[in-house]
Nanobody, 112 residues
Framework: QVQLVESGGGLVQAGGSLRLSCAVS????????MGWYRQAPGKQRELVASIAGGGSTKYADSVRGRFTVSRDSAKNTVYLEMNSLKPEDTGVYYCTDYRGNWGQGTQVTVSS
C-alpha cells in the first residue's frame, strides 16, 4: 500500500517562501508522475504543479515563475518550492501519484 505524507506547510507573510515535501512510502518500485494540488476554502481542488517521470514539469499560470517542483528519487520525495507567496496561494496543498493515492494535505496560509 502506497502512502503519501506532505509536510512543510505553515503561516507566512506575503512575499515569503515555503518548501513543501511529499514523502512516498509503501509498495512502490519507482516514482512516476507526481502532482501538487491545492484547495482553497469554498473552491475546487486545482493543479498547482506536476513533474513527470522523465523530469518534465508543468505549472498553473498563477504560480509559474514563483513555484518550482522537483524530486529526489533516492529519497522517494517530491518537493514544491514556493517563493513570492501571495494571499491567494492560501489553501490545503495535496500531493498525488496519479495512481489514486493522495496525501492528507498540509495547510499553507499567506497573510497580507
Amino acid at each position: 500500500q502506497v502512502q503519501l505524507v506532505e509536510s512543510g506547510g505553515g503561516l507566512v507573510q506575503a512575499g515569503g517562501s515555503l518548501r513543501l515535501s511529499c514523502a512516498v512510502s509503501g509498495s512502490i518500485t519507482s516514482i512516476n508522475a507526481m502532482g501538487w494540488y491545492r484547495q482553497a476554502p469554498g473552491k475546487q481542488r486545482e493543479l498547482v504543479a506536476s513533474i513527470a517521470g522523465g523530469g518534465s514539469t508543468k505549472y498553473a499560470d498563477s504560480v509559474r515563475g514563483r513555484f518550482t517542483v522537483s524530486r529526489d528519487s533516492a529519497k522517494n520525495t517530491v518537493y514544491l518550492e514556493m517563493n513570492s507567496l501571495k494571499p491567494e496561494d492560501t489553501g490545503v496543498y495535496y500531493c498525488t501519484d496519479y495512481r489514486g493515492n493522495w496525501g492528507q494535505g498540509t495547510q499553507v496560509t499567506v497573510s497580507s
